[in-house]
Nanobody, 117 residues
Framework: QVQLVESGGGLVQAGGSLRLSCTVS????????MGWYRQAPGKERELVAH???????AYADSVKGRFTISRDNAKNTVYLQMNSLNPDDTAVYYC???????????WGQGTQVTVSS
């Protein structure tokens, strides 16, 4: 099973930006579909952004135009650039790796993002 370590969370004022990083313990190219999820207090975990087949990306409607997912296969790292943050973006953000062959999901420990108004 692959290990994921997130970093980059923190406290930011509304309108600010953060970049989250997810470092994976092994090569992710061609094996894993990567994505970012978040879970706010009292709410279910929701998909924020992910890579679809062929390297395309998809986003939740609530973050379209503000968040960007990217990857550096050479560094085994996936990023989530978050701009124009608002208090509704406050949540624990989780990195996800889905093995397309074994169909196993792996999760990081999560990183807290808090946006103050």
């Amino acid at each position: 099973q692959v290990q994921l370590v997130e970093s980059g969370g923190g406290l930011v004022q509304a309108g600010g930006s953060l970049r989250l990083s997810c470092t994976v313990s092994r090569s992710i190219g061609g094996i894993y579909t990567m994505g970012w999820y978040r879970q706010a207090p009292g709410k279910e975990r929701e998909l924020v952004a992910h890579f679809t087949g062929g390297g395309s990306t998809a986003y939740a409607d609530s973050v379209k135009g503000r968040f960007t997912i990217s990857r550096d296969n050479a560094k085994n790292t996936v990023y989530l650039q978050m701009n124009s943050l608002n208090p509704d973006d406050t949540a624990v953000y989780y990195c996800n790796a889905f093995n397309i062959y074994s169909r196993v999901n792996s999760w990081g420990q999560g990183t807290q993002v808090t946006v103050s108004s």
